[in-house]
């Protein structure tokens, strides 16, 4: 048994094996890999009796179960209208600048993903970002460098 | 299903239904037609292309009729001023996200969407186009199957076959809004995935998103070659079928008519896959009592419970999801599988031409068996053992491209040798058909007596349920076979591969103890094949089967073991049943597979 296999068993014992449980074990899976691979695909639809096809159609159906490799960190920040706006390209671009990669890439170091999303619902607070599961709110290029530095410092 | 009656109006006429019974089947039963798209007889509800919505009085919107049961003191308008204005938009949206390229198209003058379009007379493009946003790459990487998502409606007629009849899922909906389409794992090529060829999916869907991939040319090109020698076989459930790509009734027997439009099409001989059918007992009859006898007698840890291996789709199936049970699966090829080979040697010899120069063409219910011929195991002869496969639908096609009527043509007879054939051989066709035909076969070599069925009619073994059993006690046996005295036969037949996945838990489980299973990858067995023609449901499937079981009694020897032709080849060919020569040609090996 893989890593991955085992990991997958483990969800599946702790949220059942019903259809239900594909979306708390395909989250589980993406906190802990950044995402979801072939092998982790394979394994939980082996594990909850479904096809690959329809476990790949339930992940490729939400932005947040990324089927691509994704960095440890993966910024995502808000490309809706009030967003826009308030300035959010600005705050891209730095973000760009910064990490050296485009939007839609990682950093080679496996470190960083930098993506847009859909409305955060923080549009009172805009340009907003996300960080993994962390938000910050009403960012500017200024404040987005600071921010960035303290994750590279993270290591 | 309760027996509470609704009453309701549809068109100003009042009916009386039971209660959950949809507005669809409450207009059909007035004889009133609702056009659909995404609804089926044979599949779930979906509701999504919308095209069937009606009118209800006091309603705000639209239903779809397909989606919505019927209640008390209903009033349903099917084609008032708004329900046509509504349902000519609906066509209208779904032809901007549609390439209709009707002209170059494998659906022209078959397709549903098409149909739809005419009917409503729809002309301008009244909504911004989507299909130059489509992916206009056609995946052929499948033998068998194109699937060309520029044609594709969504509306998921072939998600809900491959999950609801075939448990298989290699389709699914995957992505969203305007990104949603219908794809694979990853979105791999259909080649690649879990699929098992068996082409239900074409058999549903309504426009040409998936097709089979077409020989025509391929073939009319060998028998216009000169130097080559052009034989072609059929299979059993190919004659009660191909009448109805001429507007004839489903379930007409036109095995004779069939085989004059073959000669007529220029094939130098005309054979059948049901001698080989024939031939599959006496290997796969064999095999299972060889197997029987190696439990019982010499102890040994055989394989058991036997599964059929003629139906290419379930054989892909196993190979996919139950690859432990690989050992379990009849070592003998296909009934087209044995033919290709022994065509081309036997055959071939007798008839004093080279193996070479021979081209050996199917005929078949089937797309599986497109991806079977091209199976590397498939090269027995030396060469490739069949080199064609043909659906029923294609060979339909032929003949029209040809200007046969068909329907006025004479009877012809099966050219000999490889042509005869018994009525054991026909039902193959048919869910429990191979069950039928081994049992006939097996007891009377036993116990010397024929199977104690009226007119050799095994009942229990037919019918469209789902998953079917049966037990056949056997007692004073001959001598040679006293190991069998007394032994209860338990079997089980399923159709359609979800059935077949109900029957292997089972038998995984250890709650079910059977001997020998029959399985076809298709719902009713080959009659309701991947390959024949559109459309399909139940009440035809019914009337195909209902044409096999006739053909069976209209036949002169009704008994694998009895065909003339297979005493002949055993006796100057192949001299016994699992014995070297059969080996060789007639037997092969499978491959565990990826479970994408």
Known sequence: ?155 | MSKYKVNLKINNIAISVDEGTTILDAARQLNFKIPTLCHHDDLCVAGNCRVCVVEQKGARLLPASCATPVSEGMEIQTNSLKVRQARKHIVELLLSEHNADCTKCFKNGSCELQEMSNDYRIGDHVFLDLVSEKDKVRDISSPSIEKDDSKCIRCQRCVRTCDNLQAVSALAVTHKGNKMRISTFLDKPMNDVVCTNCGQCINRCPTAALTERNYIDEVFDAIYDPNKFVVVQTAPATRVAIGEEFGMEPGSRVTGKMVTALRRLGFDKVLDTDFTADLTIMEEGTELLTRLKEALVDGKDVALPMLTSCSPGWIKFQEHLYPEYLDNLSTCKSPQQMFGPLAKTYYAEKINKSPADMVVVSIMPCTAKKFEAERPEMRGSGYKDVDFVLTTRELGRMIHQAGIDFEKLEDERYDSILGESTGAAVIFGATGGVMEAALRTAYELVTGREVPFTNLNIKPVRGMEGVKEASVKIKDVKPEWSFLEGVELNVAIAHGLSNAKILMDKVKSGEANYHFIEVMACPSGCIGGGGQPIPTNMEIRKKRAAGIYDEDEAMVIRKSHDNPEVAEIYKSFLHEPLGHKSHDLLHTHYTPRKRH
């Open chain 1, 1 to 155: 048994m893989t890593r991955i296999e085992e990991l997958v068993k483990e969800q599946a014992e702790k949220h059942g094996r019903k259809r239900t449980s594909l979306m708390p074990i395909l989250q589980a899976v993406v906190s802990s890999e950044h995402y979801l691979s072939e092998e982790a695909m394979l394994a939980v639809a082996k594990e909850l009796d479904l096809s690959t096809a329809d476990v790949y159609g339930t992940a490729s159906f939400y932005t947040f179960l990324d089927t691509v490799p994704r960095g440890k960190f993966i910024i995502r920040v808000c490309k809706t209208i009030t967003c826009h706006m308030k300035g959010k390209d600005e705050v891209i671009r730095t973000i760009e600048d910064i990490l050296k990669i485009k939007l839609g890439d990682t950093t080679t170091d496996g470190k960083f993903s930098l993506l847009q999303a859909n409305c955060l619902g923080w549009c009172h607070k805009g340009p907003v970002m996300l960080i993994n599961d962390e938000v910050y709110p009403e960012v500017s290029p200024e404040k987005v460098s600071e921010i960035i530095n303290q994750y590279l410092k993270k290591g």
